[in-house]
């Protein structure tokens, strides 16, 4: 079981770090993703990290300002997101897949968590 936290509301240009506690399960060896959604949109990659955390991948419009972690004795992924923008409003998921190499394909992952509301006000 996954579960994110750490949403809220923030200004545009302020800063917010999700994280992902995992429970149930280990998911040290599991790649690990985040996606987020708008209502009446589809679901979309924000990033993801390889199970030893040494590679990370980003959606083009967040490299540079989110950063993706993993503290594997927690069994916690973490996401940092700076210069937050209004457009980044959204529900943020966490994912993992069977696989410890990442993917920036919804399908690719089978373990889903809860959301977490992510607000940016301008």
């Known amino acids: 079981q996954l579960q994110a936290s750490g949403g809220g509301l923030v200004q545009a240009g302020g800063s917010l770090r999700l994280s992902c506690a995992a429970s149930?399960?280990?998911?040290?060896?599991?790649?690990m993703g985040w996606f987020r959604q708008v209502p009446g949109k589809e679901r979309e990659f924000v990033g993801a990290?390889?199970?030893?955390?040494?590679?990370?991948y980003y959606a083009d419009s967040m490299k540079g300002r989110f950063t993706i972690a993993r503290d594997n004795a927690k069994n916690t992924v973490y996401l940092q997101m700076n210069s937050l923008k209004p457009e980044d409003t959204a529900v943020y998921y966490c994912?993992?897949?069977?696989?410890?190499?990442?993917?920036?394909?919804?399908?690719?992952?089978?373990?889903w968590g809860r959301g977490t509301q992510v607000t940016v006000s301008s």
């Open positions: 994912a993992a897949r069977n696989s410890g190499i990442p993917s920036r394909r919804i399908d690719d992952y089978a373990y």
């Open positions: 149930g399960r280990t998911f040290s060896s599991y790649g």
């Open positions: 990290i390889r199970w030893t955390g040494a590679s990370t």
